[in-house]
């Protein structure tokens, strides 16, 4: 077909010109979308990134009539250079009733259980070895399910309390999580410890990877009933007997979970007993530090693939919604102040002035300056790069095993 060119085509008729298309104009819809989600979380009925409850907040419980039988299971592997401050600490606690103390250590190589034994000094620790790990059960998890048969033929406690090797406990730890268990009649009573926040890699990553957490498992839907939310955090988890019956006075329920704490929580409530969860500022405390990034990135890619269910899909979706909400504001507000793009910039700026004010109860929650809210979106893609390295090794072949070392 031949057409005519544009100089003998009637005054009306004009060439065909290609559409443009601006980049920066249609980078702004996506920052804008961003802004309307961080501030659709600062409105969230969940308050998810205040940080609230706290348990150093609360009103202490009046004290039950009579104190129950309590028994405490602490898994440990390797744990012999925390152990000489973690353990006097629960062996100390000031609760008015009986309580016994079990050690499972799990195939230690750094004389874990000679140690603990040392440190006893009140004759109320029973030190146990666990040395094989079933088929289908976790490390964690399978010491916990052998100091449990060995705890119940024993005795008749009415709470079981689990807790890490390396969690630091006040002395009124215990008494405190029982008093409000039986007042709230709870299934679950969980404190997550207050992280170490000193180094580096730390302050950078610990106030985040506790936010990320609460966005998760928003604390106060998790305490309210109606909700149907579940969390736990399995540094200090005080369980009913009774909410232990109906799991079958076991762990199996649990027995394959990497992440035991928020799968415990979920197969209680499954049974219809109510949870609570609240952070601890100083009465409960974990001494496990993180002196640099790989460190970190070794806690976070234990448990990252296996928290979206092992889903290659939801992977791509978490990754691409980590590049979208903590990269693009900042690139987006850069941008449209380098090339005079107004509309682009305003978008960025807004999204990044939101995630910033939403991180301001985490920042000073660890006594940290204000300005590191900033630092939200570096975190962001820190725990992005985290995730594609637990997606990969998962597809590679490489174990995850209970306490894995920076290296591995």
């Not at 406990?169 to 009573?189: E, I, T």
């Not at 009774?242 to 799991?247: G, I, N, R, S, V």
């Not at 601890?280 to 460190?295: H, I, N």
């Not at 939101?354 to 975190?379: D, E, H, K, N």
Request: one cysteine or more; a neutral charge; glycine letters at 6%.
């Amino acid at each position: 077909m031949w057409l005519a060119p544009a100089s003998c085509m009637g005054d009306d008729l004009h060439p065909l010109k290609p559409v443009e298309i601006d980049v920066w104009d249609f980078l702004t819809w996506p920052a804008a979308v961003a802004a309307l989600i961080w501030f659709g979380l600062l409105f969230d009925s969940a308050r998810r990134w205040d940080f609230r409850p706290v348990d150093e907040d609360q009103s202490p419980t009046p004290p039950p009539s009579c104190w129950p039988e309590v028994v405490i299971l602490v898994p440990a592997r390797n744990e012999a250079v925390n152990l000489p401050e973690t353990l006097p600490a629960l062996l100390d606690q000031d609760y008015p009733g009986p309580f016994h103390l079990y050690l499972i250590d799990d195939r230690s190589t750094d004389g874990t259980a000679a140690l603990a034994k040392t440190l006893d000094h009140r004759g109320n620790l029973v030190v146990l070895p666990n040395t094989e790990q079933p088929a289908g059960w976790t490390g964690k998890v399978s010491a916990l399910e052998h100091g449990l048969r060995v705890a119940l033929d024993r005795h008749d406690p009415a709470f079981i309390f689990c807790t890490d090797a390396d969690i630091a406990h006040r002395p009124d730890s215990l008494s405190r999580l029982v008093a409000q268990s039986l007042d709230l009649k709870l299934g679950c009573n969980s404190r997550m410890a207050r992280l170490r926040c000193e180094t580096f890699a730390e302050r950078l990553c610990i106030p985040a990877f506790v936010y990320f957490f609460n966005l998760l498992y928003p604390m106060r839907w998790i305490n309210d009933p109606q909700k149907r939310t579940y969390g736990a955090a399995g540094g200090s988890v005080l369980l009913s007997r009774q909410a232990l019956h109906d799991l079958g006075d076991s762990f199996a329920s649990i027995r394959d979970c990497l992440i035991d704490d928020v799968n415990l929580a979920r197969a209680v409530q499954a049974t219809g007993h109510r949870l609570r969860l609240e952070l601890s500022a100083s009465r409960v405390a974990s001494l496990r530090g993180y002196p640099d990034l790989e460190s970190v990135a070794a806690m976070v890619r234990r448990s990252a693939y296996a928290q979206l269910g092992y889903r290659l899909w939801l992977g791509a979706l978490t990754l691409l919604g980590l590049v979208w909400l903590f990269a693009l504001p900042p690139l987006a507000l850069l941008i449209g102040i380098v090339i005079g793009h107004g509309a682009l910039a305003s978008a960025g700026g807004a999204a990044w002035f939101a995630m910033s004010l939403s991180y301001r109860p985490a920042i000073r929650f660890f006594g940290l300056p204000i300005w590191r809210t900033v630092l939200l979106p570096i975190a962001g893609w820190l725990y992005g790069w985290m995730t594609w390295q637990s997606i990969w090794r998962h597809h590679r072949g490489r174990p995850v095993v209970w306490r894995e070392s920076a290296g591995d």
